[in-house]
């Protein structure tokens, strides 16, 4: 009954802006590692960004650095992947992931237990 669900995704012109939500059920995602994953048509998934349980730290890979901040609501059980600056390389279906034993959130896929079904982000115009 572990339910990761997705949204806030959509069509946006380079430039623009969207927050994506990962609303949790079933999972604190205060006790959590909260990983954002993308995966481009044709393309392998690839990690995003991250926040960590235990003290709250971030981390991004360099193609989102300074564009992207990614962050928890714990009375909403809700972690927001804001994207600012949209490129049309950053095309893809988003996913987030949660893992409970993780000390240390990651951005390589293979650490976590829970997934989302994904949003769809396209940047073009």
């Known amino acids: 009954q572990v339910q990761l669900v997705e949204s806030g995704g959509g069509l946006v012109q380079p430039g623009g802006s969207l927050r994506l939500s990962c609303a949790a059920s079933?999972?604190?995602?205060?006790?959590?590692?909260i990983g954002w994953f993308r995966q481009a048509p044709g393309k392998e998934r690839e990690g995003v960004s991250c926040?960590?349980?235990?003290?709250?730290?971030?981390y991004y890979v360099d193609s989102v650095k300074g564009r992207f901040t990614i962050s928890r609501d714990n009375a909403k059980n809700t972690v927001y992947l804001q994207m600012n600056s949209l490129k049309p390389e950053d095309t893809a279906v988003y996913y987030c992931?949660?893992?409970?034993?993780?000390?240390?959130?990651?951005?390589?896929?293979?650490?976590?237990?829970?997934w989302g079904r994904g949003t769809r982000v396209t940047v073009s115009s």
């Open positions: 079933g999972l604190s995602l205060d006790y959590y590692a």
């Open positions: 992931a949660a893992d409970l034993a993780l000390t240390r959130c990651t951005v390589v896929a293979g650490g976590y237990d829970y």
């Open positions: 926040i960590s349980s235990s003290d709250g730290s971030t």
